[in-house]
């Protein structure tokens, strides 16, 4: 089901802009003034498609609209953004495309609804392995794939090869492994490791299972607070949430029970992540003020505000985390692969979760 809500904001910037115009005496100066700002107009707006929450953008798109009098029009699109724009096509008054997830991203790539940009301030604030290398599509924020280990733990590092250890057996808890954040996880290990020895890792991991794999992220603290397991893997902004809720409610009582490793692949010391980012569209009618809003997105200001507001990495180097995610996890190691490289094996991480029956 196809959810949008139109947020048509309640001023207008030309409104102002345009009041000298109407002020001017001499009609002939009024109508050379009203077309001399007609091209303007247009070129002072924007729309942008995204399937992010509104309560997480709209910070966001103020403070761009605030610095650069572009006026947004944001349409939130919760599921079928890439069958949208494609039934809209030539006609379509997308100018930027936002989504979470590489693979939603790349299905936009792939699904012809993007264009190619080449911007030194976009190269230069997100680093290549996060990027399209042809300017297809831009990282604006990371989450890592982290340990939640039970608080008492005496666990100080944890590489996602010890996830299969025997010593976990029975004690792993994890969400299902058909979620795009798993199938990305898995993705990233075959590129790493082949295939062979990634079947085999996810094999012992089902065996080292306490639960079956389902639920959400944050449950796998719940569990662990339970007792039911004593590790899993989750998204890094989940502690944020959870350790910064209200005193008292459950999602405080998870995230207190747990504490967090950065994992690593053996491999490269790096750690897994996945993305939010923004693509601008094939058929963009305000192309110039799409590249504009990408680059605001990445810029020192919104990098913050992409931190404080949902506790996310910034992609942009040296912008200060969340204190909560600086205390309870820290700054990252990005596992240097290219998330073009883990999306090619999408498909295939896909099959073999279901080859190992990871989620019966
Ligand atoms: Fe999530």
């Known amino acids: 089901m196809l959810f949008v809500q139109e947020d048509n904001r309640p001023e207008d910037p030309m409104t102002a802009s345009l009041r000298p115009v109407r002020a001017l005496p001499s009609l002939a100066l009024a109508v050379a003034a009203t077309w001399l700002a007609a091209p303007a107009l247009a070129a ?20 761009f609209t605030a610095q650069t009098k572009i006026d947004v029009k944001t349409v939130f699109v919760k599921d079928g953004l890439l069958e949208r724009v494609r039934a809209e096509g030539a006609r379509s008054p997308a100018d930027v495309l936002m989504t979470v997830d590489i693979g939603n991203l790349l299905d936009l790539v792939d699904g012809g609804v993007t264009q190619p940009v080449k911007s030194a301030a976009l190269e230069s604030a997100i680093p290549a392995n996060l990027r399209g290398t042809d300017g297809q599509w831009f990282s604006l924020s990371l989450r890592a794939r982290v340990l939640y280990a039970d608080k008492g733990s005496k666990l100080a590092s944890f590489r996602y090869e010890d996830l299969a250890s025997p010593q976990y057996k029975g004690k792993v808890c994890i969400r299902a492994g058909q979620h795009p954040y798993n199938t990305a996880l898995v993705a990233s290990m075959i590129a790493h490791d082949g295939e ?3 079947e085999q890792w996810l094999r012992s991991v089902k065996g080292n299972l306490a639960r079956k794999a389902t639920g959400g992220d944050r449950d796998v603290a719940r569990d662990i607070l339970g007792g039911i397991c004593d590790i899993g893997l989750a998204n890094s902004y989940y502690v944020g949430q959870m350790k910064g809720s209200k005193e008292g409610s459950d999602g405080r009582k998870w995230g207190d029970a747990i504490k967090v490793i950065r994992p690593v692949f053996a491999k490269t010391g790096g750690t897994h992540v996945n993305i939010s980012g923004a ?12 590249v504009k809003l990408i680059e605001f997105l990445v810029s020192e200001p919104a990098q913050v505000l992409y931190a404080q507001a949902n506790y996310e990495y910034p992609v942009r180097k040296g912008v200060a985390l969340d204190p909560i995610i600086a205390s309870s996890i820290g700054e990252l190691k990005v596992d240097p692969l290219p998330l073009t490289e883990i999306a090619k094996h999408r498909k295939q991480a896909s099959a073999l979760v279901d080859k190992v029956g990871f989620d019966q």
């Open 44 to 63: 002072d707006e924007l729309t942008l498609y995204t399937t992010r929450e509104p309560g997480l953008i709209q910070p966001l798109i103020s403070a």
């Open 196 to 198: 062979t020895k990634t």
């Open 279 to 290: 693509a601008v569209a094939k058929n963009a009618p305000n192309k110039a003020n799409a």
